[in-house]
């Protein structure tokens, strides 16, 4: 089992940033890849980029130059920052990682609004 927390959201201006944070506990040895999702009032949740354990990322188009995704393995983070935030950036975001098996978080809120 693998235990997922994010955090670092809130309240931003368009334009703003913010860097997200997902700290994994517990069975850290099986993680590979991992990623982070979000998911906006009345939509489905959608992919916003992964980071395989060696370092390899990809991204969404609608993030791609805007998001960067990283990870410190010794800390067992990984991290998303945001710049250009866009008010349809709005949503709750999940970080996940494949262990065997698939793991989320609870989500942190994002909201981009003046």
């Known amino acids: 089992q693998v235990q997922l927390v994010e955090s670092g959201g809130g309240l931003v201006q368009p334009g703003g940033s913010l860097r997200l944070s997902c700290a994994a506990s517990?069975?850290?040895?099986?993680?590979?890849?991992m990623a982070w999702y979000r998911q906006a009032p009345g939509k489905e949740r959608e992919w916003v980029a992964h980071?395989?354990?060696?370092?390899?990322?990809n991204y969404a188009a609608f993030v791609k130059g805007r998001f960067t995704i990283s990870r410190d393995n010794a800390k067992n983070m990984v991290y998303l920052q945001m710049n250009s935030l866009k008010p349809e950036d709005t949503a709750v975001y999940y970080c996940?990682?494949?262990?065997?098996?698939?793991?989320w978080g609870q989500g942190t809120q994002v909201t981009v609004s003046s």
């Open positions: 996940y990682c494949w262990a065997g098996g698939n793991f």
């Open positions: 980071i395989t354990s060696g370092g390899n990322t």
């Open positions: 517990g069975s850290i040895f099986s993680i590979t890849t």
